[in-house]
């Protein structure tokens, strides 16, 4: 197969080859339209119900590409530690309960049930929780702001985004610990074809910005 000109010299960080973390970044883009949510909500409407389960559904996917990433064209080292590191989490499940217990569990639910663990409330100044009103849309009148809380489960009571943000941060400490393993830095640029380091070029403009950049 002939290999278009164009793509020889385009460059990624190396963690961009890996679908898990493609599904990862996508899934931080949700928290953070979450987040914004939240924050500027003056009226509490539902959407956020859609937010949430597309975000958990993301996240859980993640890791459910690790099968996919196992069997790419990446080089072998990387796609066996990703390999190790599925079985991490699979044999040490009590260590990973971020996971089992909240990630794979919501999305199943999700799934089979259409049941979520989040439900919204209201945090007055003073700290307090009020529950929302019936109406569909809430007037803010005693300064309190909308939230998400966890119900049920061993992550009873948590902030349901800070809990959310920790999973996408676990999320990514697995699929870094595994490139680390194989011997790269996920954010060394490799070749989007041939999977190369980006050539040092001495003694051209190119390689004399690349060694002042990289301090040698």
Known sequence: MTVPTKYLNNYLPAKYFLSSYRAL???????RHLDEQLTSAKFFLHEWKIIWIGTCTILRTAIDLFRADQQSCLP????????AEWNLIRVQQNEHAIFWDFLRKERDNILHQYEWGAYEAWMKPDGT???PNLSLLTLDEDGARPILLMKGGPFEGRNSLDLLKEGADW?????????RRAGLDPDEERGLVHFRPRPN???SILGTILDEDTGS
Not at 25 to 31: E, L, T
Not at 171 to 179: G, K, T
């Open 25 to 31: 970044s996508d899934g931080r883009r949700g928290i």
């Open 76 to 83: 072998k080292q990387i796609r066996d530690e990703i390999a």
């Open 129 to 131: 929780f009020r529950a």
């Open 171 to 179: 999320v990514e400490a697995r699929i870094f610990s595994a490139i």
């Open 201 to 203: 070029l001495p003694g």
